[in-house]
């Protein structure tokens, strides 16, 4: 909910406390445990925090493809893929205009 409000810091506040409880419980190696992954991941690219949202993203596919769980896996792939691309972009960027693709490259 409150990603969807832009209301950034509230959201990873919830989704950490969420990841914490699935990895006491669950584990590390659960598909809910992967969705939580994958929202952190995409609360830190709304943020253009391009390095924080790769891992986390990366951390969700690796679990559903470990699990042979696809639902999401070609999103991930293909949003792994973009974050790269704006790493790069943002790299070639002058001192002056960075930060329009990501605030962490």
């Keep these: 909910v409150y990603s969807y409000k832009k209301n950034y810091k509230k959201a990873l506040e919830y989704y950490s406390k969420s990841l914490d409880i699935k990895l006491q ?15 952190i991941g995409f609360v830190y690219k709304d943020l253009k925090e391009c390095k924080k949202a790769k891992e986390h993203l ?29 790493i790069k972009k943002e790299r070639k960027l002058h001192f002056k205009k960075k930060g329009r693709h990501c605030k962490d490259a």
């Design 25 to 39: 419980t669950i584990g590390s190696h659960h598909p809910d445990t992967a969705s939580t992954y994958r929202n």
């Design 58 to 86: 990366q951390k969700a596919l690796d679990i559903w493809s470990d699990l042979e769980i696809d639902e999401y896996i070609s999103e991930l792939k293909d949003t792994i893929k973009a974050i790269d691309k704006d």
